[in-house]
């Protein structure tokens, strides 16, 4: 083999990708977070001005009389986190939103394919956090109005930020499991392959 072809084979090789290495995502995949995200602002929005076109501060609405206890719409506002948590830090959430979203966005674009579960997850997550966060621009605090009974009440935006959480440790308990069992099946194995060797002799015995 002359130097050219030694070179030619050793490009040829280099540029085969490494067997383990992910493959990249998809365009497709990609946009499945802007995809999510974009639909949970817009009906989180939407849904927030048709309770403060139609209700006051303070109002209340039982879509279903009979199951106002555990159901209704009660607008009120809170100036912290999700589910009215952290009251008064409205400034700081309104700018960590920008930051957390960032973050997911340049993650989305480094995370490789075949992930599409984990970006749902992030997008319910940006969406929410992206819907209220227009709320703080737009009224100095957010809008909320689902009333679930003794429960914090909440809105659309809170509720996809809490799925997309819901999804995540779902997703990190299925692949605790997954890794334990890849664990037991390897140390089982280990075992197996142990017994099947035979005793060795000492040949000075002999």
Do not use: C
């Not at 605790?176 to 099947?196: M, V």
Request: glycine fraction near 8%; charged fraction near 15%.
């Amino acid at each position: 083999m002359n130097e050219q072809d030694v070179r030619e084979s050793a490009e040829a090789e280099t540029a085969v990708s490494p067997p383990n290495q992910p493959a990249p995502a998809s365009l497709s995949e990609r946009l499945l977070l802007f995809l999510i995200a974009v639909p949970v602002i817009g009906i989180d929005q939407f849904s927030k001005y048709l309770v403060e076109s139609n209700l006051a501060l303070f109002e209340v609405y039982a879509p279903i009389p009979s199951l106002e206890s555990v159901f209704r719409i009660f607008h009120i506002y809170n100036t912290g986190a999700t589910f009215g948590l952290f009251s008064g830090g409205g400034d700081i959430f309104r700018y960590l939103a920008i930051v957390v979203s960032l973050g997911i966005i340049y993650y989305n674009l480094t995370l490789p394919g075949n992930h599409r579960l984990l970006r749902l997850a992030l997008g319910l997550q940006m969406g929410g956090a992206l819907g209220n966060m227009i709320d703080r621009f737009r009224l100095g605090h957010v809008t909320d109005f689902i009333d679930i009974g003794p429960w914090y009440i909440f809105n659309l935006a809170d509720l996809a930020v809490v799925s997309g959480a819901l999804i995540l440790g779902l997703m990190v308990w299925q692949e605790s499991r997954e890794l334990k069992a890849q664990q037991q099946a390897a140390h089982a194995d280990e075992a197996r392959r142990e017994t099947a060797v035979p005793p060795q002799t000492d040949p000075t015995h002999e």
